[in-house]
């Protein structure tokens, strides 16, 4: 499986991107998606995820602020990033997983990132 990140960039604080993870290979294996952030001098942090029916989870850092989800016809993954600060200055990651926990040792595949800066 490859996946192919696009859609960073630089933006205002209270901006909007949306970011996209192209999937493809062997997806019939997907059974989740995520998309991480990992900051300057900070450890990666899961920021949404979504299953093979289409729950999502956020943690409460982006809850109401982001939202993720995915087009099967196009093997595409999506991050909605509205009302953006500062502190979302990051490297953002597509990844997947072959199983159910959304935790970064039980990614099976990462994109290699696209960087998302934020200025205030």
């Known amino acids: 499986v490859q996946l192919v990140e696009s859609g960073g960039g630089l933006v205002q604080a209270g901006g909007s991107l949306r970011l996209s993870c192209a999937a493809s290979?062997?997806?019939?294996?997907?059974?989740?998606m995520t998309w991480y952030r990992q900051a300057p001098g900070k450890e990666r942090e899961l920021v949404a995820g979504?299953?093979?029916?289409?729950?999502?989870y956020y943690p409460d850092s982006v809850k109401g602020r982001f939202t993720i989800s995915r087009d099967n016809a196009k093997n595409t993954l999506y991050l909605q990033m509205n009302s953006l600060k500062a502190e979302d200055t990051a490297m953002y990651y597509c990844?997947?997983?072959?199983?159910?926990?959304?935790?970064?040792?039980?990614?099976?595949?990462w994109g290699k990132g696209t960087l998302v800066t934020v200025s205030s």
């Open positions: 990844a997947a997983t072959e199983g159910g926990v959304l935790s970064p040792e039980n990614m099976d595949y």
């Open positions: 290979g062997s997806i019939f294996s997907i059974n989740a």
């Open positions: 979504i299953s093979r029916g289409g729950t999502p």
